[in-house]
């Protein structure tokens, strides 16, 4: 006997099955990641056709059969603005980054830890809480850091922005530190040639904003060059953590 649930989801992929059908990946908040198979959702008349997208949010109506193991998706009610990210590059390339990390994560169980990161990160993404920013790809590349600088926190790994991750000395504010290829945090004896350099306002926005609501950290906080060696230092401190390259980095041309 199978069963229906109806579970919170993001989706994180789509691709198609067969002739008229649609497969995707979803992050369910009480059941982690599931595979689950939409029946006839390329048809032209199907409702989920349009909402089956990537980084749509929703409740999903979801059938379980538990002897083949399959998850079949009836009905997705999308809550919030569903192509939003689609809609600005900025943003779309951070939300692959994000879904890039959610889908090797090995999400699983009924922790709605994670869940709750990315649908608030998706949520701030696509509406600033201070009205929409000015500078896009500078307000992007920040979200990306508060995204990135929890999830490692999340799973245990999170650096410390206080310290340098090769010889273990605490770090003065205003040190210029520096990410190594190996995502460690380097002081200026430590640093080698092809490191990125990390400006001191940038590591204190972080120690300063890392803790508290992301909302907060999003009003403040330094400029695009700085915000985006942070977020190459987290990039390699996650593919370390992942043990595999991001591909999205990749695709958008290295490190951006
Ligand atoms: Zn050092």
Not at 166 to 183: F, I, K, N, Q
Not at 210 to 227: F, I, N, R, S, T
Request: charge should be neutral; aromatic fraction near 6%; glycine fraction near 12%.
């Amino acid at each position: 006997m199978g069963r229906e649930f109806r579970s919170d989801v993001i989706v994180l992929k789509t691709g198609a099955v067969g002739e008229n059908h649609r497969g995707a990946t979803l992050l369910a908040r009480d059941r982690g990641l599931i595979r689950v198979l939409a029946y006839g959702a390329r048809g032209t008349k199907s409702a989920l056709r349009g909402a089956l997208q990537p980084f749509v949010r929703g409740t999903a109506g979801l059938y379980h059969d538990p002897v083949k193991d399959l998850w079949r998706l009836n009905t997705l009610d999308v809550t919030g603005d569903a192509g939003a990210p689609a809609a600005d590059l900025d943003a779309f390339y951070e939300a692959s980054l994000w879904a890039e990390v959610v889908l090797h994560s090995h999400a699983g169980g009924d922790d709605p830890a994670l869940f709750d990161l990315l649908d608030g990160s998706l949520e701030r993404l696509t509406r600033p809480p201070g009205g929409p920013a000015r500078n896009r790809a500078r307000y992007a590349a920040a979200c990306t850091v508060q995204f990135l600088w929890r999830w490692l926190a999340g799973e245990g790994v999170g650096p410390d922005p206080g310290v340098c991750g090769v010889c273990g000395r605490p770090l003065d504010p205003g040190e210029v530190t520096a990410s190594r290829p190996d995502g460690l945090l380097a002081c200026p004896d430590c640093a080698a040639d092809g490191d990125v350099p990390i400006p001191a306002a940038a590591r204190r926005w972080l120690m300063m904003t890392g803790e508290g609501p992301p909302e907060e950290a999003l009003k403040v906080g330094p400029d695009e060059g700085a915000l985006k060696a942070l977020r190459v230092w987290l990039c390699r401190q996650t593919e370390a953590v992942l043990e595999r390259p991001l591909k999205t980095l990749k695709a958008a041309g290295g490190a951006r």
